[in-house]
Nanobody, 121 residues
Framework: QVQLVESGGGLVQPGGSLRLSCAAS????????MGWYRQGLGKQRELVAT???????NYADSVKGRFTISRDNAKNTVYLQMNSLKPEDTAVYYC???????????????WGQGTQVTVSS
């Protein structure tokens, strides 16, 4: 089983910054990609940023230049540095991992529980 534990969400004023973290644990033997999605109230879940082996980083157009994704492979952790936050960034942010485990020795998707980010004055 894979556990993804997110942290770093909260309330921030427009123009402010937050840093999200997601630590993966469990019987993981290969990680192909890690990333972040978000879902605003009444909206569909959307990609924010991903960091894939061999493919590098990918960002939603709405966050390019403001958000930065990074990975610490030794810690199986992915980060999302969010700067110049806007009210429209308000959403639940979900960590995701694409990888193989001892129980599922093939590429599978795993999701965290989500962390709330609220941008408001």
């Amino acid at each position: 089983q894979v556990q993804l534990v997110e942290s770093g969400g909260g309330l921030v004023q427009p123009g402010g910054s937050l840093r999200l973290s997601c630590a993966a644990s469990g019987s993981i033997f290969s990680i192909y990609a890690m990333g972040w999605y978000r879902q605003g109230l009444g909206k569909q879940r959307e990609l924010v940023a991903t960091f894939a082996n061999g493919a590098g980083t990918n960002y939603a157009d709405s966050v390019k230049g403001r958000f930065t994704i990074s990975r610490d492979n030794a810690k199986n952790t992915v980060y999302l540095q969010m700067n110049s936050l806007k009210p429209e960034d308000t959403a639940v942010y979900y960590c995701t991992l694409k990888g193989a485990t001892s129980r599922r020795p093939y590429e599978s998707d795993y999701w965290g529980q989500g962390t709330q980010v609220t941008v408001s004055s």
